[in-house]
């Protein structure tokens, strides 16, 4: 039997060394991103390399979901699925996700804004998809009776082992401390953007530091990160400490 964990995140949220720290793991498969081509096929957003991205996808929402529901690719035991929120533009929701195990990966606002903007020359409130982040995390913590599991980005820079094993009881896997580094360069389930944005992480052959300094942002990308705190803090109150 799979178990498929939907990693939920927003970009810029340390998300694609998540999917690296899983994928060291030898009982476990990973999948990036996978409705980001329905996202781009529907709403027509141009984000980078959007034709290469449609052209080299799946953007059928249903067949999509139906693999995502399936066996892992591999026959791996774990199935770990990173996620956009902002990627849920479809006629997906959370009803379709029934049987999977849900996690939460967030940053704070001003840390998440200032990356994203090193990339992009200018960030909306859509971008971030916290409206549907809300829905979910509520959805499951009622399902649950308690809140699924959340990490914060930058508790996993300051402890990746103490958050990271707790992360691993709270989905009911083994810890295992392969997740804590990896062989830079590119991987085959790398999404087909992976040239615009993956840059560091395949650089990369673990966490980095922590970040402690203050951020600078423009007045107009301040007003977004206030916009955007109290999505933040309503997950982070219940995040896994190490």
């Known amino acids: 039997m799979t178990l498929r964990i939907a990693m939920w995140s927003g970009p810029r949220n340390l998300s694609t060394a998540m999917m690296r720290s899983f994928s060291s793991r030898a009982d476990t498969f990973v999948s990036d991103e996978p409705f980001y081509g329905c996202f781009l096929k529907t709403t027509g957003a141009n984000h980078p390399m959007r034709e290469e991205?449609?052209?080299?996808?799946?953007?059928?929402?249903?067949?999509?979901?139906?693999?995502?529901?399936?066996?892992?690719?591999?026959g791996s035991p774990i199935w770990y699925q990173k996620h956009m929120w902002h990627h849920m533009a479809g006629?997906?929701?959370?009803?379709?996700?029934?049987?999977?195990?849900?996690?939460?990966?967030?940053?704070?606002?001003?840390?998440?804004?200032?990356?994203?903007?090193?990339?992009?020359?200018?960030?909306?409130?859509?971008?971030?998809?916290?409206?549907?982040?809300?829905?979910?995390?509520?959805?499951?913590?009622?399902?649950?009776?308690?809140?699924?599991?959340?990490?914060?980005?930058?508790?996993?820079?300051?402890?990746?082992?103490?958050?990271?094993?707790?992360?691993?009881?709270?989905?009911?896997?083994?810890?295992?401390?392969?997740?804590?580094?990896?062989?830079?360069?590119?991987?085959?389930?790398?999404?087909?953007?992976?040239?615009?944005?993956y840059g560091a992480v395949e650089a990369s052959t673990g966490f980095g530091p922590p970040e402690t300094g203050p951020v600078e942002l423009p007045d107009e990308a301040r007003r977004l990160a206030d916009r955007c705190r109290p999505y933040y803090q309503r997950l982070a109150a219940h995040r896994i400490a190490a």
């Open 91 to 197: 006629p997906v929701g959370y009803e379709d996700f029934a049987g999977f195990t849900h996690a939460f990966l967030i940053r704070e606002p001003e840390r998440m804004i200032a990356s994203y903007l090193r990339k992009r020359e200018a960030a909306a409130f859509a971008d971030f998809g916290l409206e549907r982040q809300a829905e979910f995390f509520e959805r499951e913590a009622d399902r649950l009776g308690h809140a699924p599991p959340v990490v914060d980005a930058n508790d996993v820079l300051a402890n990746p082992e103490g958050v990271l094993s707790k992360l691993c009881a709270a989905l009911a896997i083994p810890w295992d401390p392969a997740m804590l580094s990896w062989a830079p360069g590119r991987r085959v389930t790398d999404g087909p953007w992976a040239p615009h944005w």
């Open 53 to 74: 991205v449609i052209a080299a996808m799946d953007c059928d929402w249903g067949s999509v979901m139906a693999t995502l529901r399936g066996p892992a690719p591999d």
